[in-house]
């Protein structure tokens, strides 16, 4: 089971961590990917890290303000998102996939959390 948390509401600029929880399995032998949706739009790939942690991929859009990292002592996936803006603004969910890489495709992955909620306000 994923657990997603960290959402809430920021102002344009700010800064926010996510996190996704695992239980009742070993994380570190499964990739992690986040993804997000917004009101009205398709999910969307937003970064992965591999199950080794050795390998990160980012959507073009999202490089340098976000970073994803893993603590695999504790069972837990971290998206770093600095200098948000409005159009941040989505549900963002966690998922796994056993012995992956860092795949942008939602279909990769075996199981998915229930999602957290970024607001940005502007």
């Known amino acids: 089971q994923l657990q997603a948390s960290g959402g809430g509401l920021v102002q344009t600029g700010g800064s926010l961590r996510l996190s996704c929880a695992a239980s009742?399995?070993?994380?570190?032998?499964?990739?992690v990917g986040w993804f997000r949706q917004a009101p009205g739009k398709e999910r969307e790939f937003v970064t992965a890290?591999?199950?080794?942690?050795?390998?990160?991929y980012y959507a073009d859009s999202l490089k340098g303000r976000f970073t994803i990292s893993r603590d695999n002592a504790k069972n837990t996936v971290y998206l770093q998102m600095n200098s948000l803006k409005p159009e941040d603004t989505a549900v963002y969910y966690c998922?796994?996939?056993?012995?992956?890489?860092?795949?942008?495709?939602?279909?990769?992955?075996?199981?998915w959390g229930q999602g957290t909620q970024v607001t940005v306000s502007s």
């Open positions: 998922a796994a996939e056993r012995y992956g890489g860092t795949s942008s495709r939602s279909d990769d992955y075996d199981y």
């Open positions: 890290i591999s199950w080794s942690g050795s390998g990160t």
């Open positions: 009742g399995r070993t994380f570190s032998s499964y990739a």
